[in-house]
C-alpha cells in the first residue's frame, strides 16, 4: 500500500473498507438536529400534556421556547458547509432563548421592562423565522446537482406549510373554546411533523454532503516549489511526522526557512487545509500500511498508533475513521480476508 494513500495532491484513492454503517452527518449538523429535536419534542409534550404536565410544565415551556431559534441554526448547517457557526448566529439565538426563559420564568418583572423582553423575543423569533426561509438559497448556483436544487425547494416549502400553518393558529382571534383547541391541536400536528421532516432533511444531508467551494490559488513561486519538494522529502524519506511533538517550528528549522513559509507550503505547495491535517494525512497513510502487512499482524493497534505518531489510542481511532471510513480493528480484518 502506498504511503501516499491519502494525499491530496495525488491521484491514488484511499482503500475501501466494507462497512454497514450509514454516513454520519457533520457535527455541527447533529448538534442543531439535537437542540431542534429536543425543543420541538418539548413542545408537543406541553402541549400534549397541558395542566396534566404538573411540574414539567415549566421545564417542557422552558425546552420549548427557542425552537424557531434552533431550527435556523439547522437549516443553516443543512446548506453551508462551514464546520462551525458564524458567532453572531449564536448570539442571535441565544438571546431569543434567554428572552424566551424570562418570560416563562416572569421572574416578578412588570411594567415597560416586561414589556421590552417579551418584544424582544418576539422579535428576534419573527427574525429567525424569516431568516430560515433565506438559508436554502445560501449557495444556490445553476451548476448544482438537480437531487440538490430539488432539495432546497422542497425544504423552503415544507417549512412555509409548516411554520405558516403554525403562525396562523397563533394569532387568529379565536371566539370559542372549540376553535382555541383546535388551533392547538394545529400547533401540534405541525410542531410533530417538523420533527420528523428536520430528521428527514438531516438523512439526506448525511448521504449528499456539501463541499465548501474550492479557492484558487496563485500558483507557487519557484522558490515555493523546491521548498514543497524539501518538506515532501522529510515527510516521506525521513519519517519527521511520526515525531508525535512535532510542529511547524520544527520543520522550519529543520529546513532553515521561515515557519509561514513552511506553512505557505503545506496549504499551497500541498493542498492540506493545515498543518495538523497535513500530519494526520501522512500518519494514517503508513498506519494503513502497517495494519495491512501480514509481517505486523501481531503488533498491537496502539503501538502502532505509537510508530505513527499519535499520542494515544483514542485521537488515533478518531482521526483514522475520519480518513478511512473505518475503525483500526475493521479496516485489519478487512486487509486480512483480502490476502
Given at each position: 500500500m502506498d504511503l501516499t494513500l491519502l494525499s491530496p495532491n495525488l491521484d491514488s484513492a484511499p482503500a475501501s473498507v466494507p462497512t454497514n454503517r450509514?454516513?454520519?452527518?457533520?457535527?455541527?449538523?447533529?448538534?442543531h438536529w439535537a437542540l431542534t429535536t429536543?425543543?420541538?419534542?418539548c413542545f408537543v409534550l406541553g402541549q400534549v400534556l397541558g395542566a396534566r404536565a404538573g411540574a414539567l410544565a415549566t421545564p417542557l415551556a422552558i425546552g420549548g421556547v427557542a425552537g424557531c431559534g434552533f431550527s435556523w441554526l439547522l437549516t443553516r448547517a443543512l446548506f453551508d458547509p462551514a464546520e462551525h457557526d458564524a458567532r453572531w448566529s449564536r448570539i442571535v439565538v441565544a438571546v431569543v432563548f434567554l428572552t424566551g426563559v424570562i418570560s416563562v420564568l416572569g421572574g416578578g418583572l412588570t411594567g415597560p421592562v416586561a414589556r421590552a423582553i417579551e418584544n424582544t423575543h418576539g422579535l428576534g423569533s419573527s427574525t429567525v423565522l424569516l431568516l430560515t426561509f433565506v438559508e436554502p438559497?445560501?449557495?444556490?448556483?445553476?451548476?448544482?446537482?438537480?437531487?440538490e436544487k430539488r432539495f432546497r425547494l422542497i425544504y423552503v416549502a415544507v417549512y412555509a406549510v409548516l411554520m405558516g400553518s403554525s403562525v396562523l393558529a397563533v394569532n387568529q382571534p379565536f371566539a370559542s373554546a372549540p376553535e382555541r383547541d383546535f388551533a392547538e391541536l394545529v400547533k401540534t400536528i405541525c410542531a410533530s411533523a417538523a420533527t420528523l421532516f428536520c430528521a428527514g432533511a438531516v438523512w439526506f444531508r448525511a448521504r449528499h454532503p456539501l463541499t465548501a467551494p474550492a479557492r484558487r490559488r496563485a500558483a507557487p513561486s519557484a522558490?515555493?516549489?523546491?521548498?514543497?519538494?524539501r518538506l515532501e522529502r522529510l515527510l516521506r524519506e525521513e519519517g519527521v511526522h511520526a515525531s508525535?511533538?512535532?510542529?511547524?517550528?520544527?520543520?522550519?528549522?529543520?529546513?532553515?526557512?521561515?515557519?509561514y513559509k513552511v506553512s505557505r507550503c503545506v496549504t499551497s505547495g500541498l493542498g492540506f487545509a493545515n498543518f495538523n491535517q497535513?500530519?494526520?494525512?501522512?500518519?494514517?497513510?503508513?498506519?494503513?500500511?502497517?495494519?495491512a502487512d501480514p509481517a505486523l499482524?501481531?503488533?498491537s493497534i496502539l503501538l502502532?498508533?505509537?510508530?505513527?505518531?499519535?499520542?494515544?489510542?483514542?485521537?488515533?481511532?478518531?482521526?483514522?475513521?475520519?480518513?478511512?471510513?473505518a475503525t483500526p480493528r475493521a479496516f485489519r480484518a478487512a486487509a486480512r480476508r483480502e490476502v
Open positions: 450509514a454516513p454520519r452527518p457533520p457535527a455541527r449538523l447533529r448538534a429536543a425543543s420541538l419534542v438559497f445560501n449557495g444556490f448556483r445553476g451548476d448544482l446537482p438537480a437531487t522558490d515555493d516549489a523546491q521548498l514543497t519538494a508525535p511533538n512535532l510542529k511547524v517550528a520544527d520543520l522550519a528549522r529543520r529546513l532553515g526557512e521561515p515557519e497535513m500530519l494526520n494525512s501522512y500518519r494514517i497513510a503508513r498506519a494503513t500500511e502497517m495494519l499482524r501481531e503488533r502502532i498508533a505509537l510508530d505513527c505518531g499519535f499520542a494515544s489510542i483514542g485521537p488515533f481511532n478518531r482521526a483514522f475513521k475520519a480518513a478511512t471510513g
